[in-house]
């Protein structure tokens, strides 16, 4: 589960940028709190846990700490997703808007192809595909 401060825009993103596909939708006087998004056979849940919460992206703009770790291009915490053809789903991500943070790159050590990436609120993901073996 990933919390975001607008929980239908960022399915809205995460539709757009990674292929996500929407599942269900709950809405509190037009204010969606929870949405589930599936790809392949997962599943993530989004959420809005309340007026006070703050993102990642928006903590880094008044947090020298959490600018400082989120000065890093790995996962600190964040979403691991296993995808099909990596490099068609980095340049959708890219061409969305997503910050690419570490371009696609074969893994050998875990066999995979993978690249990270910053959604919207700044929360991260990586995205993998396993190594193709002869």
Avoid at 10 to 35: C, I, K, M, N, P
Avoid at 46 to 70: N, Q, V
Avoid at 111 to 123: N, S
Wanted: proline share 4%; glycine share 8%; hydrophobic share 40%.
């Amino acid at each position: 589960m990933v919390s975001y401060e607008d929980v239908g825009a960022a399915a809205d993103w995460l539709r757009d940028a990674f292929g996500f596909v929407e599942v269900s939708r709950f809405e509190d006087g037009g204010l969606a709190t929870h949405v589930n998004v599936a790809t392949g056979d997962g599943l993530v849940m989004i959420g809005w846990p309340g007026p006070d919460y703050r993102s990642p992206k928006r903590h880094r703009e008044t947090c020298d700490d959490a600018r400082l770790w989120l000065d890093s291009p790995f996962i600190v915490d964040g979403v691991y997703v296993q995808v099909r053809d990596i490099e068609a789903h980095a340049d959708r991500a890219a061409a969305a808007g997503a910050i690419i943070l570490s371009e696609v790159e074969d893994n050998s050590s875990v066999g995979q192809r993978q690249y990270r990436a910053e959604d919207l609120e700044g929360h991260r993901w990586m995205f993998a595909e396993p190594l193709e073996t002869t």
